[in-house]
């Protein structure tokens, strides 16, 4: 009995306890349910959260990208050049205007220093100044060389970029190119001695042909009383040759000084050239001249354009002979035609291309400039002439010339153009590899 009673009171104590734990457990358990489900909860606000900021974040890189893409169009829509440098001096950011006006390309300056492609002709570095100072300026007319050894007339503005913490991180110049201003000035403040010039050689030129015809008349009367054999002849002959020599001269100061009127018709250049081709072997045939090959390359589908077919052909005979002239030794001369643009109404380029002496670098300047020669004999007026008549066109001409290789002339004429009845004087070009004539 005392056993029974023993075990029945262990039955009920573990009982009792095996409750109380399976109690505890379950308690746990809900405990544990509801932490877990709290959780869910956090979990899912938290989703809801980063779901919320994402959307905004993508809004924000949205807004960031059409910002950048805007600042980026700003840029290559300004026509004055932009260059940014870091604290180093390095470029950072540089726009299309200001690859233009250097003539270089933003892929091969980015990162470096910027002394190397933008400083004034003394070599100071407006840029690296105003990071070392912490200075700016404001309109600053300077003339700088670009890496290409070009020297150009710009006007700049120069400051410090700063952060939010107005702390200084770079620097920044817009500028702007001068050198056609400064060209237009100079032709200007030349303009009214020119005229006069005109107007007193044209003057001149008249007072000095009047004689000059009747002293070759009465020559050429002389001529024919003295035999062949007379020493009296040989004189006449050259009284004869040489008031023809001043004649040339006259006529083509004449040439030069009086207005130039068009006599305009649809004609294709391929046959002008032709022609002017036809007189050039005529010419090397006469003095003898057979060390030349002249050649030409005109493939063009369209080459007609309106314009004077004879005073262009006298533009080209003249560029041509003077070619010839400078190959005493021999070579090529090669004339050739090519369209400039894509559209339709691009120019028409006609080139002319010698293997001669060359021009050298301090003369290549002036070879347009009225009275200028490096020949013993000549009036210093034909390649102005030339240029007079490429400018009624309204074309342009320029010149490449390399010392020893050779010369090429390259005369652009528009397609499409409105001409005047009188050439006005319009000089003009840009600055490059190809040299306008004035520079």
């Given at each position: ?317 003249n560029l041509c002979l003077n070619a010839i002239q400078s190959m005493m030794s021999g070579g090529d001369l090669t004339v ?5 643009g894509d559209d339709g109404l691009g120019d028409i380029q006609v080139g002319i291309r010698d293997t001669g002496m060359g ?81």
């Open positions: 009995m005392i056993e029974n009673a023993s075990i029945n009171t262990f039955t009920k104590s573990w009982d009792t306890e095996l409750a109380d734990a399976f109690h505890i457990f379950n308690n746990y358990t809900q405990r544990l349910e509801e932490s877990y489900n709290q959780l869910q909860g956090r979990v899912k606000k938290i989703d809801r959260e980063m779901a919320h900021t994402n959307a905004r974040l993508k809004d924000k890189v949205l807004e960031l990208d059409n910002v950048t893409k805007y600042l980026n169009s700003l840029l290559r829509s300004i026509h004055s050049g932009v260059i940014a440098v870091n604290l180093k001096g390095e470029v950072s950011t540089i726009n299309k205007a200001a690859e233009k006006i250097l003539k270089l390309q933003a892929s091969d300056v980015i990162g470096k220093k910027v002394e190397m492609i933008l400083k004034d002709s003394d070599g100071s570095t407006p840029l690296l100044l105003a990071l070392e100072s912490g200075k700016y300026c404001i309109d600053l007319e300077r003339k700088i060389e670009t890496n290409q050894g070009i020297f150009k007339w710009i006007e700049s503005s120069v400051s410090l970029i700063k952060d939010a913490n107005e702390n200084t991180i770079g620097a920044v110049e817009v500028f702007r190119d001068l050198s056609e201003i400064r060209e237009l000035e100079t032709r200007l403040r030349n303009a009214d001695k020119l005229a006069a010039i005109g107007a007193m050689a044209a003057c001149i030129a008249h007072e000095i042909r009047n004689p000059l015809n009747g002293i070759e008349g009465f020559s050429a009367l002389l001529a024919r009383d003295f035999e062949d054999s007379d020493p009296r002849k040989k004189l006449v002959k050259n009284i004869l040759q040489g008031t023809k020599n001043l004649n040339k001269a006259v006529t083509e100061l004449l040439v030069f000084a009086r207005p130039l009127r068009l006599k305009l018709k649809n004609s294709r250049i391929s046959e002008i050239v032709d022609k002017t081709l036809f007189f050039v072997i005529e010419d090397m045939k006469s003095r003898g001249v057979n060390n030349i090959r002249v050649l030409k390359e005109c493939k063009l589908d369209t080459d007609v354009l309106k314009c004077d077919p004879e005073k262009l052909q006298q533009a080209f005979l050739f035609t090519r369209m400039q021009i050298k670098k301090e003369v290549i300047r002036k070879i347009f400039d009225p009275f200028f020669t490096t020949k013993q004999e000549g009036s210093g007026l034909g390649l102005a002439i030339v240029n007079k008549i490429i400018e009624a066109h309204n074309g342009r001409i320029l010149v490449e010339s390399v010392e020893g290789k050779g010369t090429t002339f390259y005369i652009n004429l528009p397609r499409s153009s409105n001409f005047d009845a009188n050439i006005i004087d319009n000089r003009w070009g840009k600055n490059g590899a190809l040299i306008p004539y004035y520079l």
